[in-house]
């Protein structure tokens, strides 16, 4: 695919695609937020995985859908108490533990667990400290993985910014 077909097929994904699902976008922020963030930080990531391996924008579309896909249905198939849980020890690991250090959660009632593994450590241009990282969640028997970089705010808390 050449790179102008790319960048057609690019646009009308992201603009027709939003447009015509509108009230699900909206019903699916409203209801479930993490479906949303899972989303958007599984298509950064896997459009991101396909830029740096030095794919086509044709690859790296087709890669961030892929990845929007699966983010969105990891975050959807997590009830309350295991998001709960997942931000506790994300919040955790990037405050405590050293680059390659695992924080774990385990919730016993749904049998879903997951870890999240600072990976890079770095001062953003804006003086924020940011830290990229590596998510394993187990969905029933089923192992998912992400990548993300959260950076601290100003108060002292930690936001996922991909």
Sequence with gaps: MNSRLSRCVATVLLVAFPALSCQTVADTTRDNPKAVLGSLGGAAAGAGIAAIAGGSAGWIVAAGLAGGLLGGAIGHRLDNKDKQMAAQAAANAFENNRTGQSAGWKNPDSG???????????????????????????????????????????????????
């Design 112 to 162: 879903n667990s997951g870890t999240i593994t600072p990976t890079k450590t770095y001062q953003a241009g804006s003086g924020q400290y940011c830290r990229e990282y590596r998510q394993d969640v187990v969905i029933g028997g089923e192992k998912q993985q992400a990548y993300g970089t959260a950076c601290r705010q100003p108060d002292g808390s930690w936001k996922i910014q991909s």
